[in-house]
């Protein structure tokens, strides 16, 4: 079991990534959590559980339209919540994944 602890739209430079923008903020937690996965020998699709925290639930089409580009094919098992604020200014959104890896 692979646990990806939350993933924030944060670039290796420590930049804000997709200010104001949850569609990009979501797709770059993605992708990093793809290549998280990727290193640790898995990939997207070994993924069981996702946690998606929002700090506006009005984005949730957005968000969801993300996701399920990404989970296409036996989407797991998605919580997603609502929260008053996130750990740095600027955060829309942040993502936990469990994934099921064979290593």
């Given amino acids: 079991?692979?646990?990806?602890?939350?993933?924030v739209p944060l670039d290796p430079n420590g930049n804000l990534v997709g200010e104001n923008d949850i569609t990009k903020q979501t797709q770059f937690v993605f992708e990093?959590?793809?290549?998280?996965?990727?290193?640790?020998?898995?990939?997207?699709?070994?993924v069981v559980k996702?946690?998606?925290?929002?700090?506006?639930?009005?984005?949730?089409?957005?968000?969801?339209?993300?996701?399920?580009r990404y989970?296409?094919?036996?989407?797991?098992?998605?919580?997603?919540v609502e929260v008053s604020k996130l750990v740095k200014e600027g955060f829309m959104v942040e993502i936990e994944v469990q994934a099921a890896v064979q290593l």
Avoid: C, H, W
């Fill in 1 to 7: 079991m692979i646990n990806v602890a939350g993933q």
């Fill in 32 to 46: 990093q959590i793809s290549t998280i996965l990727k290193a640790a020998g898995g990939s997207l699709s070994d």
């Fill in 50 to 68: 996702a946690n998606i925290y929002v700090t506006d639930m009005s984005q949730y089409a957005k968000v969801a339209e993300v996701r399920n």
């Fill in 71 to 80: 989970f296409a094919v036996n989407p797991p098992g998605t919580t997603f």
